[in-house]
Each structure stands twice: as C-alpha cells, then as structure tokens.
C-alpha cells in the first residue's frame, strides 16, 4: 500500500471545485474507491488494479469525479507522455465529461495565470508543465476516425450501459497494452439492455466479488438492492445510494416514487436509474408484480375436455416457436387458464447460455422448453405436441402468424385443426392486446406462473401507432417475446369466436364483456 500515492490522489481532487465553483469534497465511499484504485502497487512500481468498474446510481456525484480523475492524471508529475481520454460511442456524450473537466479545471488554480499548469483549447487539454508538455487529455468517440495507434495513460468510460457495442473498449484495453501503468476506470448507472457489453461487464465483476473468478488487477463495486428487498421501501435506498443525504435527497427520491407508483414505465426508470435495478427494456409495459398476482397453480389434467383457443407463433428456423391455449372459465370460474408451449433448437440454447441466458437450459430439463436435435426447429415435434393437445382439449381453431406459415399448417390443417392466419400489425394486433393488458390487470387471465412465460413478459417492448393501437415490438431479435404474442393471437381467437356475424378477422374486434 503506498500511502502516499493515495492521499496525493485524494488531496489533489479535494484542492479542485467542482463546475459550479464550490470546492470538491469527497465522501467516505468515493475515498474508499480512490484509495484502492491510485494507492495500491506492486513491488516492482506497478499499479495494482488496471481497470475499475464503478456501478452507482443518477445523482451520486459519478461525472465529476471521473472528469476530477482525468485531471488527476493529466497533472500527475510522474508520468511524461500520458495520455487521458475520456471515451463514449459519440463525441457528444464523451464531451458531457470532458467539458465537465475543462470547466472544473477553469475554476480551479490549474489554470491560474503563471502558476497554472494546464492549457485548455476547445477539442483538448495540455500540462504545460516543463517537460510534460506531451501530456494531454481529450474526449474520444467510437465513430472517430484516429483511434488506431491510442496509448492511453488513463481511460474513462462514463455510463457505460448506453453503449451498444464494445467497439470502443476493446480498443481502450488493446492500447492499454503499449502503456506503462495504464488505468481503465468505468462508472455507469444500471441500464435497460441484459444483451448489452456493459451487463456482460457487470456479470464478470460480480463473479470477481463472489470470488467464482481470480482477477487481482480488476477494482469492483456495484452499489444496488438486494434481491427480494422492498424497493418502495426508503429504508433500502441507501444501500443503492452512497450519496443519500448529500448529493441524493430523500425528498427527491421520494417524489420520483409517488410517479413510479402510477406508471409501471416510470417503475421501471425508478428501479434502474436510482435503485441500480438492471431491466430488460426501458419501457415496461405490465409490472412483475402485476403480472404475478394474477397467477394461480392449477392442474393441466383438470382442463382435459374442455374448449379452448390457440395462438401459434412460428419463428424462423433457429428460433423460439410458441404455443399458447387459452381456455375460457366456465361454471363459477373468475378466470381463463393459459397453458404455454415452447420449442427451442438444442444448439441455439446452447449458444444463448453461452450468452447469459442461463434458465434456458435449465427450463428445458424441466419440460418447460422442448429442445429440439440440431441448429433448425423440428416442425414436426410441433405438429405432434399441437395433435396430442387436440386429443385431450378440444382446440376450436388456432391463429397463426401467416409471416412464417410452412407446410406445418397444412400438415395440421388435414389433421383435422383448424388453422385461420393472423396479421401481426397494428389493426389486428391492437383489441387483442389491449384485452391481454386489462385481462392481467384484472386478474382474469391466470398464467400457471409458468417462468419461460414471466421471463418474456419482462422483455416486451410496446409499440403504439397514431391511432392509440398497441402492439408487442418483435423486431428486437435478442428479447424473446414469443409467448406472449402466442397468448394475444390465442385471445384474438377467442375474442373472435364472440363475434356474431362473420367479418374481417383481420380488422375487427369485439372485446369480452
């Protein structure tokens, strides 16, 4: 531990004022972070941690002090030739820290007349410094066309979950490789993409926690709930907030619950913006927790005889295909029951596990998911399931997406099922998916608490036309939301079956009473 090189890093950010001009004081925890990533070092001089990854939620203070570490290394008088960049997948976003860093420099005595060491130009900063007037920072976008040859002394990557690609990391880390002593320090807020390099960063940092990886070189800390604590609960919200009571306000927080609570799209913002909560998309349509309490377990033999409606989603060759059977309550019944059915070739599972989709494979050895031999969909393992369903329920017809309709139709329509195509745009899609909404909502529709299911309706993305019309996006390829399209076509046809005079199925519908 060199103690000196710690509190030098502490002192320097300290003796600098923020944009505002109000001077820097850090708190306890971002000392914390500082002492361990600039106070550790080998024997031989090396710095110990060569990359950090920092995960605090909105209004903790995380672009300041990465525009307060870039100073840091751009006035750091060991080092001749360091290079400090300040990197994003636009200029723009790259230029919110380092404009950030430009003005804290302006208020602070770096640039003071004769004494200041730092030369500010519009696009970069100098040490003037005698002898280290090679020593600069600059921000740096993925889309710019001089990142080859990057040796850098000090990487900083703000809000890492907006990046789509790792493009620009990995040639961070490749430059890393021609630097003595380099450093890459990330700090991000939680983000909406699980598929996204950021979430993948994360997933190999917890591992580095719960000690699963060996990595010594690597500082991590993620501030966030804890699974299964109370996120409306205040007393919860400062395990997520280091900052809570200095840069973060309780009343803050706190009117941005009353919001939260009236709309599960600002839920969600809630969850991942202040509580550091990854979700699977920005705009959650139906809460887990609504979605939950409108399931009840039931017994799949107890439907045996009994009418019902379906919904096929056929996927390409690679892909989910799903079935869904919606049955209609009966008797003194509140409820419809919904029976899911799902395919998945075993080499795309395989493949998806690899890419943290970990249930997958464990959902198919409980029978959740049907895996089929191969890299394609066995359409005839479908044909089967959909046969032996129509020989225990009594199937009155199924609605199918005509976008990949194949002789499976055929094939089941001279089985004796009734099979009517339906559209997948906004017309058609718009009544049925209203009702599945009001249908959750009212806990009418009971799920099984099937978990493929629950998974999918995590992923939905919705898509409104001019006219108000909803529809479930499918465009996303990564976020599977195959049943539940499944399940709006399998109410579609219900919804259908209501109509008394026949018309357009394709355009017109009748809710359920």
């Not at 708190?27 to 972070?33: A, I, L, R, V």
């Not at 040639?171 to 003595?180: E, K, L, N, Q």
């Not at 191969?374 to 359409?379: A, E, K, L, S, T």
């Not at 329920?393 to 139709?409: E, M, Q, S």
Request: proline share 3%.
């Amino acid at each position: 531990m060199d103690w000196e090189k710690a509190n030098f890093a502490i002192n320097f950010i300290q003796s600098i004022n923020h944009v505002d001009g109000t001077q820097f004081i850090l708190e306890s925890w971002q000392k914390f972070c500082l002492v361990n990533v600039f106070g550790f070092y080998y024997n031989n001089g090396e710095r110990r941690f060569i990359k950090a990854y920092e995960e605090v939620p909105r209004k903790n203070g995380k672009t300041a002090k990465l525009a307060a570490i870039g100073l840091l290394g751009l006035a750091d008088d060991e080092k001749k030739d360091a290079h400090i960049y300040v990197a994003a997948t636009t200029k723009d976003q790259a230029n919110i820290c380092y404009n950030a860093a430009k003005q804290m420099a302006r208020n602070s005595w770096l640039t003071e007349k004769d004494e200041g060491i730092v030369r500010i130009t519009q696009y970069e900063m100098f040490n003037i410094s005698e002898g280290y007037d090679t020593n600069n920072m600059k921000a740096l976008a993925s889309d710019s066309n001089n990142l080859d040859g990057l040796k850098p002394s000090i990487a900083i990557i703000d809000e890492f979950h907006a990046h789509k690609t790792d493009d620009i990391y990995n040639v961070i880390i490749s430059g890393m490789g021609a630097t003595i002593d380099p450093l890459l320090y990330v700090i991000t807020t939680a983000g909406f993409n699980k598929n996204s390099p950021c979430f993948r960063e994360r997933k190999y940092c917890i591992d580095i926690l719960e000690n699963k990886i060996q990595n010594d070189r690597y500082f991590t800390i993620i501030f966030t709930i804890d699974e299964g604590d109370d996120w409306k609960d205040p007393k919860t919200w400062a395990k997520a907030n280091p900052n809570l009571g200095v840069s973060v306000k309780q009343s803050f927080l706190q009117s941005e619950l009353i919001d939260a609570l009236a709309s599960g799209t600002k839920e969600i913002n809630f969850k991942t913006k202040y509580l550091n909560v990854w979700t699977d998309t920005a705009t959650t349509w139906i809460s887990d927790e609504n979605y939950m309490l409108c399931g009840t377990h039931f017994d799949a033999q107890d439907l045996i005889g009994r009418d019902c409606y379906g919904g096929l989603d056929l996927s390409k060759s690679q892909d989910f295909s799903s079935l869904c059977l919606l049955f209609p309550p009966i008797n003194d019944e509140k409820d419809f029951k919904c029976l899911y059915y799902f395919w998945l070739p075993e080499l795309t599972a395989k493949e998806r596990h690899k890419r943290n989709y970990s249930n997958l494979l464990e959902w198919s050895e409980n029978g959740l998911i049907n895996l089929t031999d191969g890299n394609v969909i066995d359409h005839q393992l479908i044909r089967n399931a959909i046969n032996f369903c129509n020989e225990n329920f009594r199937i009155k017809f199924i609605n199918y997406d005509r976008a990949f309709a194949t002789t499976l139709v055929t094939e089941l329509t001279q089985d004796g099922i009734e099979m009517t195509p339906f559209a997948q745009g906004f017309m058609s899609m718009g009544a049925p998916t209203s009702e599945f909404e009001r249908m959750i909502l009212n806990k009418e529709l009971n799920h099984g608490f099937n978990p493929v299911m629950r998974w999918m309706m995590g992923n939905i993305l919705i898509l409104r036309d001019a006219a108000g019309n909803m529809k479930i996006d499918k465009s996303n390829h990564e976020n599977k939301v195959d049943g539940p399209i499944a399940n709006v076509m399998a109410i579609a046809a219900y919804m259908q079956s209501q109509v008394e005079k026949p018309v357009e199925k394709e355009y017109f519908f009748i809710k359920v009473r």
